[in-house]
């Protein structure tokens, strides 16, 4: 019996225009899976902390799913106990789905030396997601496996490059969402006006790193015509809030990943501002969990316990 336990981080994504193919790794929240490998059976999975009814059968749950495609794509027959504690909340857009597989994915690659790029664990992991909202988005696993800023360079294939990123405070609102996915509401006919701005934004974004502007990179993510508009008339008084959390010098508000919660990137000395007017906000918001204050992380996921 071989037996791993990692930790892997929060991650939010799109960070404004890049819808699918931007994210980012956060130092707080982060979720722990514990892989224990024998040499027969099959793959069971147990969730600690599961508040929210997650699925424990391998083929819906994003860990299960992810590591049956590690095992059919590299031939391997193993058993697998997959034990995911969870830490963040499920369904607010911290990337606990992509998480789970991508920790799952992470970690069976260091405990069996199966040698996998990063480009082939995300291209796995990825998979998982389809267990949640039914589509293979690599954007959250590939923040969780590589940590940092990435940028999804291709679909076809995976190619994944991570881009670090200055060391930034957040503040989040963790917010889980009503329906399980909105990304059957989601248009790209957005026209050709706003297309160009999304195009540029993106341009944007990827600037304001290379130059490690963090007033440029903020304003960069505040814009998005994609998913911000179905997910932002999904939260009561969203867009008031995000107008005031800019009022107070934060350098950028936008939805974390899938939705709910929304992520301000903020000066030191402005975060506690933006936390209490979150707080404040948010507080009658029935789906409302909890404020953090966290920051952009540049490691992705680490191993805790090995044996
Ligand atoms: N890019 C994905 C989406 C991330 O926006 O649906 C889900 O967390």
Redesign the pocket.
């Known amino acids: 019996m071989k037996r791993i336990k990692v930790r892997a981080p929060a991650t939010s994504?799109?960070v404004g225009p890049g819808?699918?193919i931007f994210a980012l790794a956060l130092e707080d929240p982060f979720d722990e899976i514990e892989l224990l490998v024998s040499d027969e059976g099959g793959i069971d999975i147990d969730i600690e902390n599961d508040t929210q009814g997650i699925p424990r059968t391998v083929a819906d749950n994003t860990a299960g799913l992810a590591v049956s495609e590690l095992f059919r794509r590299k031939g391997i027959h193993k058993g697998v106990r997959i034990r995911i504690i969870k830490r963040m909340c499920s369904g607010g857009?911290l990337?606990t789905t992509?998480a789970s597989a991508a920790g799952a994915v992470s970690g069976l690659n260091t405990l069996l030396e199966l040698g996998l790029t990063h480009n082939e664990m995300i291209d796995i992991a990825r998979m998982g997601e389809v267990a949640s909202?039914g589509s293979p988005?690599a954007?959250?696993v590939a923040a969780a496996i590589m940590g940092g800023f990435i940028l999804v360079k291709s679909y076809f294939p995976v190619d994944v490059l991570k881009l670090e990123l200055p060391d930034i405070p957040v503040v989040l609102a963790a917010i889980t969402k009503s329906q399980r996915?909105t990304?059957g509401f989601i248009t790209y006919e957005i026209g050709q006006e706003k297309l160009k701005e999304q195009m540029a934004r993106c341009s944007r974004v990827i600037h304001a790193i290379h130059s490690g502007d963090p007033t440029e990179f903020g304003k960069a993510v505040s814009v998005d015509y994609i998913?911000e508009p179905v997910r932002g008339s999904a939260i009561p008084g969203y867009w008031e809030i995000k107008k005031k959390i800019l009022d107070t010098g934060a350098y950028g508000c936008t939805i974390s990943?899938?939705g709910s919660s929304v992520i301000a990137f903020c000066p030191e000395n402005c975060r506690e501002t933006v936390a209490e007017l979150m707080n404040r906000e948010f507080s009658s918001n029935p789906h409302f969990i909890r404020v953090y204050q966290t920051r952009i992380s540049n490691s992705g996921i680490r191993v805790l316990e090995m044996e």
Do not use: C, K, L, V
Request: no cysteine; charged share 20%.
């Open positions: 994504a799109n819808y699918d857009g990337g992509g909202g988005h954007d959250n996915t990304r998913h990943g899938g």
